[in-house]
């Protein structure tokens, strides 16, 4: 099989259930190296809840989810260490640590031993770089803003290197500059020739179909495909319960939500 075709993530008809609610059923759905994609739907659609399955953090459902063609519940946890990560929501801190110690934990999935200390230390303050925070490297997690320990756990996950990178809510506690420079460094590490792809929820849509490659649209009907194939108005009205006026500027579109007449929260 080559690069361009490896199926890094499968599942076949998952089901996910919260609390006895259904927010999934019968999903069958590939993700291949080189592909990115983002995971749009409204709060509930179990965006989240995807993406904890599919790592191994959440009880078994019924369907079939497998990593490189092994059944999910046969890969070994040094083994699922490398070829998924997954950055959670909100990070939480019970103890003060210097970042670039956090950073370099990720080696572990690596097989990380002391006598690597120097190697270690490199990949981690590479992986700051990336995120925008090497001229933090000395200090206290503790003291750090909400967006900065989110990129400071993104770098944690680079370190970790896994084939397949999960992302809950990436750009969340981000200003606009960092959105961008996450979206376009998430862009980068989808890579055919590393055999790597990304899957990340997403509340903006423009950013989504800016960066993205491939868009899963959770919702009343799940649908799969390239950015051009899902970021449908039609589609996306009926996943958001929202109107969408679509604007081209140059090739690019924005698209601008306005609320449907007698919409309400749920």
């Not at 993530?9 to 983002?38: H, M």
């Not at 996306?236 to 500027?249: N, W």
């Amino acid at each position: 099989m080559s690069a361009a075709s490896t199926v890094l993530l499968e599942t076949s008809q998952l089901a996910l259930q919260v609390q006895g609610r259904t927010l999934l059923s019968g999903l069958d759905w590939q993700v291949c190296a080189g592909q990115f994609w983002c995971v749009l739907g409204p709060n509930g659609a179990g965006k989240s809840s995807l993406l904890h399955a599919v790592a191994g953090l959440a009880r078994l459902a019924p369907g079939t989810i497998r990593l490189t063609g092994a059944p999910l519940a046969s890969i070994s946890p040094t083994r699922l260490a490398r070829l998924r990560g997954l950055l959670l929501q909100h990070q939480y801190d019970a103890f003060s640590l210097p970042v670039i110690d956090a950073v370099m934990a990720g080696r572990f999935a690596r097989g990380s031993q002391s006598g690597h200390a120097d190697e270690d230390r490199r990949h981690a303050l590479q992986a700051l770089e990336q995120v925008g925070l090497a001229h933090m490297a000395a200090a206290d997690l503790l003291t750090l803003s909400g967006g900065e320990r989110q990129r400071v756990a993104l770098a944690t996950l680079l370190t970790q290197a896994p084939d397949l990178f999960l992302l809950d809510e990436p750009t969340s506690h981000q200003d606009i500059s960092a959105q961008l420079a996450i979206m376009q460094l998430l862009g980068e590490l989808a890579s055919v020739e590393q055999g790597r792809a990304v899957v990340a929820s997403c509340h903006d849509l423009n950013l989504a179909q800016r960066f993205a490659t491939h868009i899963l649209l959770l919702g009343p009907q799940v649908h799969a495909g390239t950015v051009l194939e899902v970021m449908r108005t039609d589609w996306l009205e009926q996943a958001f319960a929202c109107r969408f006026q679509v604007l081209e500027d140059q090739g690019a579109r924005i698209f601008v939500p306005a609320p449907m007449t007698g919409a309400r929260m749920a």
